[in-house]
């Protein structure tokens, strides 16, 4: 099936120090969306992106599509500890569905 | 509003008995999607919903697994009989109905599954 990858897995950083997640597919994608999941929680939705080469960003997060439309990353600038939890995203791969990532575990240490 | 509700929390069962998990959309949302997540395989799409017609249920793992949408505010999973390779957390979204792809899905709490 379609499948779209996230790397790295896991990280582990000092609070203070930036993230960055990268979601691949082998395929053109129409749309991406990314989400969150707190320990314990549920996905709770960020942003989406549309547009080839697309920014967006909420105050710490930076989103990127890449120009392709086969990538994207979500890049935290000076993490915090509420910055806890698992990063996905969600992409469109052409199915009229969603194919969540595998999605990257971000753990922060203060 | 009250967000999507999910119902049980928590299910530990035995297995071999029939499960059924249930779950209250939001109000308005057209779409209705169930999820399950592990460790091994990430988050999976089991089936979805348009106006209570099931539209996509590629993703449903067996023939032990079945949905139902009887109405626009609520809607079942059931799986008969369990096993414990089914446990797992899943998890309830909706969304507006504008497209199944690009408009935001809100997740319920889940259900946390155990077969034992």
């Known amino acids: 099936g379609q499948q779209v990858m996230q790397i790295p897995q896991y990280q582990h950083v000092q609070e203070g120090e930036d993230f960055t997640t990268y979601c691949n597919s082998s395929t053109t994608l129409s749309n991406i969306q990314w989400y969150k999941q707190r320990p314990g929680g549920h996905p709770v939705f960020l942003i989406q992106l549309v547009k080839s080469g697309e920014v967006k960003k909420q105050k710490r997060l930076t989103f990127q599509f890449g120009e392709a439309k086969k990538n994207s990353s979500l890049h935290i600038t000076a993490t915090q500890t509420t910055d806890v939890g698992t990063y996905f995203c969600?992409?469109?791969?052409?199915?009229?569905?969603?194919?969540f990532g595998t999605g990257t575990r971000l753990l922060v240490s203060p | 509003d009250a967000g999507v509700i999910q119902s049980p929390r928590h299910e530990v069962t035995e297995m071999g008995q029939e499960v059924t998990l249930r779950c209250k959309p939001i109000s308005g949302h057209d779409y209705l999607f169930w999820y399950r997540q592990t460790m091994m395989r990430g988050l999976e799409l089991l089936i979805y919903?348009?106006?209570?017609?099931?539209?996509?249920d590629s993703g449903m793992p067996e023939d032990r697994f079945s949905a139902k949408m009887p109405n626009a505010s609520f809607s079942t999973l059931k799986i008969q009989p369990s096993e414990p390779r089914d446990s797992a957390v899943y998890f309830c979204a909706s969304s507006l109905g504008g497209s199944p792809t690009t408009d935001t899905q809100y997740f319920g709490p889940g259900t946390r599954l155990t077969v034992l």
């Open positions: 919903f348009n106006n209570n017609v099931p539209i996509d």
């Open positions: 969600a992409a469109n791969t052409g199915f009229q569905k969603l194919v």
